[in-house]
């Protein structure tokens, strides 16, 4: 089922398997139409004769996947050799055409976790919060479905995401101040995947508990508090967390993709309030990078951080996989990427339906990047720009990783063989699951959604594959596996979650559950708050 069927399902993964897989060839107008506000450095809002050849050919690119893409609006910001260029592409909404600028907003998704870990470190500076002590010592109730969790979990481990249960639970707990503190009590009932802090595994819920610790130490709702200590402060003018504070603003409409065209969606607008630490920021190109200049250390701005607790934020990650590239880890918030030059690369991104966007920075070679859209296709153009290297090597002069397929004979890919499986719970409060069916064919692996081959798998080094369409052709996507006790896999990482691989006895009392709960599209589970 597609989100444009069930628009209430939240769009909370990253780049969406579903777009990656189908996203269609339509033309659709992307003309540079926006004018930079003033900041503190020189700003290009379009093309000019001093605009870098390199800036040049990302404004062709973005506009050349917008129109295979679908994609009706983007904004774009780049920290490049000390300049800012700041600009919209496109339309705002194909019902109610108006030019996107550097203020239109959009919904930024989970690179709202990097404000949410911003916040606690500065907690932490003033003493107030402590990264390796646990929880419970600012949630006593805090509680686990494995009674042994919850008393040892700390701060760390929900910010480098290793807190071990599983991390897409998005039920809607209202609309009133104690949205988050209800959802996390929640997560009482969500199991435990692995033993805390040895596996990375992405997980919003965990972000979910960091943001009702702020809460609890600061006397204030999580929305409040990041606003007067971060969001404010910093002169994010056009970044807010809820609908209502945006009269005036220009807003990107949230569209699908129906027959290969863009189509206005409103459904998709709505977000339970209890996701908004993880997920639910609303903000523009021009604040996303004001923010990423913030994150790299730039004078000019307030000091809301001391340079050694920004620097901390993006260093010593906890244990790596990946999450649609390779990573080493994630330190406080932020995912750490390698290149094959050594130099790191800091990256989060967001997606929710009919909204995707991108945002890294190379704190050595002084850049960043961000890139937001208005489409259900979106995740297409942001996985050429952020999962692929094509914007780093052009802009940063840095690479991906080498990652050269080959082929793997049949009595090396049956330890890979069979179904993993993966679930979440939905805004309604609905457990829902997904099986991957994998078989050794041509040397990968093909995936399988109830019968049906979905996409391929290429192994490039052991437990580690490139993700391809069933043409064989790459989509910009790595995927893990993670060994067990006796070394054979256990998961399958893909974008950043677990598929837990099942036993034969496991894959029968799954079938007899099935009539009882229902199966999440492929779609749903693989796109739902990067």
Known sequence: MSNHQQPDRPNTSGISRRTMLAAAAVAVPASALAASPASAAPVATKPSRTTPAAVGRLFDKIEAGMAKYAIPGAGLGVWYRGREYVRGFGVTSVDNPSPVTADTVFRIGSTSKTFTATVIMQLVERGLVHLDRPVRAYLPDFATADPTVGPRVTVRQLLNHTAGWRGDTFVDTGDGDDALARYVAALSAAPQLTPVGKVFAYNNAAIGVAGRIIEVVTGKPYETAARQMLIDPLGLAHSRFFRSELGGF????????????????????????????????????????????????????????????????????????????????????????????GVKVIQHGGDWSGQHSGFLMVPKRDFALTVLTNSESGPALTAELFADDWALAELAGVHNLPAVQRPLTPRQLAPYEGRYVASQVGVDGVESSFALDLTGDHGQLLASVEGQPALRFGFYRRDYVLSLGLDGTPDHVRANFVPGHDGRPAFLRYGGRLYRRQTTAARSAANRAAATRPLTSFAALTSPVR
């Not at 027959?259 to 996701?275: C, I, N, T, Y």
Request: glycine residues 12%.
């Open 250 to 341: 220009s807003v990107a409409a949230s569209h699908n993709v129906v027959d290969g065209k863009a189509v206005v969606e409103p459904a998709f607008d709505a977000m339970p309030r209890s996701l908004h630490s993880f997920g639910g920021l609303i903000s523009s190109a021009h604040d996303q990078l004001r923010y990423a200049r913030f994150q790299l250390g730039h004078h000019g701005f307030p000091r809301l951080l001391r340079d050694r607790t920004r620097v901390a934020m993006q260093s010593n990650p906890g244990p790596g996989g990946t999450l649609f590239v390779e990573l080493d880890g994630v330190g406080v918030g932020w995912m750490i990427r390698p290149t094959a030059e």
